[in-house]
């Protein structure tokens, strides 16, 4: 009995070693199945560690092995360290695997922790929203692309994400498939959505926290006016589909992809909350010497922050900031005409016109590279 006993104590050290090696959004289920599969911990153990019955660990184990026709379920579990192949089970042998946690490295290394997750699926989540977004996924590539179809049949490369961030959204139930094979599509379901409401609600307390936190400190006691924006469609896809009397579109589809090319830059270098807080000190930080450095993130996030701040520069002020305002904060075209003083229905020439300087700089900038994304 004490054999036992002792036993079945280290096979509970052992769960709780291998649980405490995953990201914290992993879910519980997927945790259980690592640890009954991969590291042969028995179900009755995990059930007795968490206080409950063993035919619910078994049912967790059984969904989450359902999910492997995934491809990106299937991926992010190998890197968890699931089996690569289907075996059968072997006994559970503590000390083996006891030895094996202390040695190896963590596996969930290489996958985003709990912040990166939210701020990549924020901006992910936003994206797959618009109507005919989709998140595609080839084999054996280390980025998804995020494509929007027009309705004309053409493709709009919106987005670029890294595999292990998609990977984590697939495995908690943001995106789904119904198809597999060389490239895979993936809508938002509505779990994704879900998830959006509690990210955007998170991050715009955060974003009014630092606000009132800046206007304490501003003697002038100046609040920054509260931007918003839509989720089915951005302004520019929605002004991409006008067309004039000959029944030529009103922005052509390379003016929309320089755009969408601006936001994406932006969105990768989170300068929403740093404009929202001071946006007339940003602009006017545009026109300094040197420019203006980025706050924090890594060197992707960086080389993004400097991107946006050439690209503004190069379009210069009032170009600036209806590009601003409609391409990355997806502002209204009247709303952004009544804050900037313009007359009716003039946002959207200056809009065109600042498109037309854009693509023009992405094209001097990036030459036969300035069609890509990220």
Known sequence: MGHMVLEIEQIEHQAKLVGGKVPGWVPRSVQNYIDHTEMGVPIRALARQQGCHASTILRQIRRV?????DPLVDGVLKTL????EAKPPTPARPHRDLRMVETTENPGSGLPDVAELCAHGLRVLRRLCETGAVLAVA?????????RDGESGENTRTGVVDRTIAEA?????WISTN?????????ITASGRSALADLMARDESAQAAGTAANIDADTSGKSPQRMR???????????ARRRDREGTRFLSSDLVHAGERLREDFELAQMGAELTRNWE???TSLRSDPPPAPKRGGRGSQQAHARVIAALRDLGPGLSDI???CCCFLEGLETAEKVLGWSARSGKIVLRIALMRLKQHYAETAGGGAPLIG
């Open 281 to 283: 000190g940003f602009l």
């Open 169 to 173: 959204m697939a495995l908690k139930g």
């Open 229 to 239: 924006y839509g989720l089915a469609e951005s302004p520019l896809s929605a002004l």
């Open 323 to 325: 590009t601003l305002r």
């Open 139 to 147: 084999a054996d590539m280390e980025k998804a692309v995020i494509v």
């Open 81 to 84: 360290g699931g089996t690569a």
């Open 179 to 187: 198809n597999n094979g060389r490239i895979t599509r993936y809508h």
């Open 65 to 69: 092995e359902t999910l492997r026709d």
